[in-house]
């Protein structure tokens, strides 16, 4: 059973410019969750989506946005990129919303802004 | 809301020495609690959980962690660590209803030394 799928793995932008990362969940789940992660603030939760609604939504400029496809996958775009978005964007995806069910990570992308 | 606090940034050890991790939680209602692990270069994957139940938790690895309500902790515990264990270990909270996301700690560096 394949796992997490997210690309791109690193991805080098410039300020300004904007950026849309892709994550494919493990077949069969419906909840696909983002967070990014950084040395100084560990994980933080960007949204969640399920059945192509978002859920929630964590405390991030109106510069992050995501959305999610019928299929599950789902994209999230970055515009007008900032210094401080440099980070890895973690996807997780589960089979449904409760809470004591395992998030299943990706490996990240990678994203470096100059 | 939720809090989480790792203790320790970083846990140096020696192979086969025992090690714990520290992990105290803040909530206003009872929660589910979590360890997972990063290896480098790779996303996420659960250690183990607690739901309910027995405060003792066995999880992946040899890992086990035990919930203790009164002090609000969820210590992670290995009794003979091993250079594989290196990685990343990250605490994580959410209240045992609704669907609210994980919230996770900064995350503990544990490095095995040989």
């Known amino acids: 059973k394949a796992g997490v799928t997210q690309t791109p793995r690193y991805l080098i932008k410039t300020r300004g410019q904007q950026v849309t990362l892709s994550c494919s969940p493990i077949?069969?789940?419906?909840?696909v969750s983002w967070y990014q992660q950084t040395p100084g603030q560990g994980l933080q939760f960007l949204f969640e989506?399920?059945?192509?609604?978002?859920?929630n939504k964590g405390n991030f400029p109106g510069r992050f946005s995501g959305r999610q496809f019928s299929n599950s996958r789902s994209e999230m775009n970055v515009s007008t990129l900032e210094l401080g978005d440099s980070a890895l964007y973690l996807c997780?995806?589960?089979?449904?919303?409760?809470?004591?069910?395992?998030?299943?990570f990706g490996e990240g992308s990678r994203l470096t802004v100059l | 809301a939720q809090s989480v606090t790792q203790l320790d940034s970083q846990v140096p050890v020696f192979e086969e020495a025992p090690v714990e991790l520290r992990c105290n939680y803040s909530?206003?209602?009872?929660?589910?609690l979590f360890w997972y692990v990063q290896y480098p270069n790779q996303g996420l994957q659960l250690l183990l959980k607690?739901?309910?139940?027995?405060?003792l938790v066995k999880g992946i690895n040899g890992f086990e962690a035990e919930f203790n309500k009164s002090q609000t902790s969820f210590h992670l515990r290995k009794p003979s660590v091993h250079i594989s264990d290196t990685a990343e270990y990250f605490c994580?909270?959410?209240?045992?209803?609704?669907?609210?996301?994980?919230?996770f700690g900064k995350g503990t560096r544990l490095s095995v030394i040989a």
């Open positions: 997780a995806s589960s089979l449904n919303r409760g809470r004591t069910g395992e998030l299943f």
């Open positions: 077949s069969g789940h419906r909840s």
């Open positions: 989506y399920f059945s192509e609604t978002q859920r």
């Open positions: 909530s206003s209602v009872s929660v589910y």
């Open positions: 607690y739901l309910s139940g027995s405060t």
């Open positions: 994580a909270v959410s209240p045992n209803s609704g669907n609210t996301p994980l919230v």
